[in-house]
T-cell receptor, first 109, second 113 residues
Framework: GQQLNQSPQSMFIQEGEDVSMNCTSS?????WLWYKQDPGEGPVLLIA?????ELTSNGRLTAQFGITRKDSFLNISASIPSDVGIYFC?????????FGKGTRLHILP | DSGVTQTPKHLITATGQRVTLRCSPR?????VYWYQQSLDQGLQFLIQ???????AKGNILERFSAQQFPDLHSELNLSSLELGDSALYFC????????????FGQGTRLTVV
């Protein structure tokens, strides 16, 4: 079945550091989405990417849709405590939204 | 607030029982997706409906079923419940099937005891 490989699985960083995570797949996707999930809550959409090569920002977040359409990355600059949570990538294809397993971000005091 | 409403928020039930989870999509959204998330796990796609019809199926057990009604709300029915069915169940909605971003509800936390 279609799978998304999301890495890293978890990250421990200092407040103020930049963060980078990515998703890769063996399949092409038409749209890439990035979500953040806080404990016990539903995922919240952060950024949507619709075109290969597209680079989109949302505040301190920047995401890119890979040229091959098989990958995407998310960067967070100058991390703050409220950035803690699980970040999921998702690809849209054939009426399905397939999710990566998530990157758990921890911020050290 | 995403505009997607799920009820109930919490549900505790015994093994062997049957429950129904409800989802009201955002106004104007025709597509509803259901996902299961076990503790500290990713989001497993269960099933998707578009404008009342089943559009895609994922790893949904035979004991589970879903439907989307004419008013576009959806229900996920879980029967013969087992301890391993305890999880968060999310629905998401989007405007056009598989083509636009999806917005999630707050989830239903199911605990089977």
């Amino acid at each position: 079945g279609q799978q998304l490989n999301q890495s890293p699985q978890s990250m421990f960083i200092q407040e103020g550091e930049d963060v980078s995570m990515n998703c890769t797949s063996s399949s092409i996707f038409n749209t890439w989405l990035w979500y953040k999930q806080d404990p016990g809550e539903g995922p919240v959409l952060l950024i949507a990417l619709y075109k290969a090569g597209e680079l989109t920002s949302n505040g301190r977040l920047t995401a890119q849709f890979g040229i091959t359409r098989k990958d995407s990355f998310l960067n967070i600059s100058a991390s703050i405590p409220s950035d803690v949570g699980i970040y999921f990538c998702a690809g849209l294809r054939d009426d399905k939204i397939i999710f990566g397993k998530g990157t758990r971000l921890h911020i050290l005091p | 607030d995403s505009g997607v409403t799920q009820t109930p928020k919490h549900l505790i039930t015994a093994t062997g029982q049957r429950v129904t989870l409800r989802c009201s999509p955002r106004s104007g959204d025709l597509s509803v997706y259901w996902y299961q998330q076990s503790l500290d796990q990713g989001l497993q796609f269960l099933i998707q409906y578009y404008n009342g019809e089943e559009r895609a199926k994922g790893n949904i057990l035979e004991r589970f079923s879903a439907q989307q009604f004419p008013d576009l709300h959806s229900e996920l029915n879980l029967s013969s419940l087992e301890l391993g069915d305890s999880a968060l169940y999310f629905c998401a909605s989007s405007v056009v099937s598989g083509r636009t971003e999806a917005f999630f509800g707050q989830g239903t936390r199911l605990t089977v005891v």
